[in-house]
């Protein structure tokens, strides 16, 4: 069963531009710049998102100059894929736990 951290990682990972920020970082790390260029997103809406993915721990930042860099961790998706993987593997028995009707 999911915790309430791993729901809420998911809750913030289902928003369609934050889900393509993390895609994009996962392939390279990039400073705000690169990313509104790569989502056509407005700086400020892109770096709300980016704020929500850094308090839930998916992403961190890297100082550079006057830029920011961001970074996915991957810890945490591997945990939260770990969790699929589970989830998948109970779902893959569950035809043979079927529980009598009353």
């Known amino acids: 069963m999911m915790t ?3 729901a ?10 934050r889900l393509r920020i993390v ?6 790390t990039l400073c705000t710049t690169h990313l509104v260029e790569e989502t056509g997103a407005r700086q400020t809406n892109l770096s709300n998102h980016l704020k ?9 930042t890297e100082p550079c100059g006057r830029y920011t860099y961001y970074k996915v961790r991957p810890d945490v998706i591997a945990s939260l894929a770990g969790q699929f993987a589970d989830l998948a593997e109970s779902a893959r ?5 079927k529980r009598a009707c009353p």
């Open 52 to 60: 929500v993915l850094r308090e839930a721990g998916v992403v961190e």
């Open 4 to 6: 309430s951290v791993e």
């Open 23 to 28: 895609t994009l970082l996962a392939k390279e």
């Open 8 to 17: 809420d990682l998911i809750r913030v990972l289902a928003d369609p531009l």
């Open 93 to 97: 028995t569950a035809a043979e736990n």
